[in-house]
């Protein structure tokens, strides 16, 4: 995307800009209003029960569910609603159960629900916040055993575990306001493009460390509940094999290359391995 800077000029900040405004006004503006979303960003803060970590979030996981089951129908019926066949639907609540019931995560207090989808085509798997989990019927076709299955829902119970959409929505927030902070300073839609691009390539940024971090829990979940981790290095090379051989960097994607992941994979086994051996 082509976009123009603004043409300050090198007069310092009398320098006039854009809509009459000096560069010493647009500043003070943008500092006022992207000071904000700063300190609201920065000071929403709650330490995860299961992993310890503090998070910059700004809902609770109560709210979690209550988006994640308002949301649920509609992601369904985004990908064909609901897979007819009963039989398979069961097994995935089975792998996702023992899951849950095994391991860790029956600590974190969500409401797990795991749907099979009917979409054929899109090979997904996906989950909203507060435990809301699911599979595509394309995926769910290409798995080759009940190891991978396991490994592709304990992935996706990582991202709910570790809040990754609550940290999602705290990190647009803040996107959405330092661009709009810029937006009101200059006042040049140009401005406001250029925010925005820069603002996509962080999220995408965040977006891949979630994924390595959901592996890697993913990892852990199937160890827990006796599952064999390596197979989801077997997920890495049916997700290869259906991306089109696609040569974009990884910095461009919203995903880590599979090479990566198989390495993250990899180094989790090694170190869940040590901690059990302990």
């Known amino acids: 995307m082509a976009y123009r800077q603004p043409n300050y000029g090198g007069g310092g900040y009398g320098q006039r800009g854009r809509g009459g405004r000096s560069l010493k006004g647009m500043l003070v503006i943008f500092l006022l209003v992207g000071g904000f979303s700063l300190f609201k960003y920065f000071t929403n803060t709650q330490v995860n029960p299961i992993t310890g970590e503090k998070q910059h979030v700004s809902i609770s996981p109560e709210q979690e569910v209550a988006i994640g089951l308002q949301s649920a129908p509609q992601m369904a019926q985004q990908h064909g609603g609901l897979h007819p066949d009963q039989a398979a639907q069961d097994h995935v609540d089975r792998v ?71 940290e999602r929505m705290a990190k647009m927030d803040l996107t959405n306001g330092l661009t709009g902070a810029a937006v009101i300073a200059s006042g040049d839609y140009n401005t406001q493009q250029a925010a925005q691009m820069i603002g996509n390539l962080i999220n995408m940024k965040y977006g891949r460390e979630q994924e390595l971090e959901s592996d890697d829990f993913g990892v852990r979940l199937m160890m827990e509940s006796g599952y064999d981790p390596s197979q989801l290095k077997g997920v890495m090379d049916i997700l290869e094999s259906n991306s089109g051989g696609g040569s974009k960097p990884e910095w461009q994607s919203t995903h880590p290359s599979h090479e990566n992941r198989r390495e993250t994979i990899e180094e989790s086994i090694e170190k869940y391995n040590r901690e059990l051996s302990e």
């Not at 435990?131 to 299955?149: C, H, K, P, R």
């Open 96 to 166: 996702g159960a023992r899951l849950i019931n095994n391991t860790i995560a029956r600590a974190s207090g969500y409401n797990y629900e795991f749907h099979l989808l009917a979409d054929p085509n899109v090979i997904n798997a996906f989950a909203l916040p507060g435990g809301q989990v699911f599979i595509t019927a394309a995926l769910y076709s290409q798995l080759e055993n009940e190891d991978q299955l396991a490994g592709v829902l304990g992935h996706e119970i990582g991202h709910v575990i570790h809040r990754h959409g609550a």
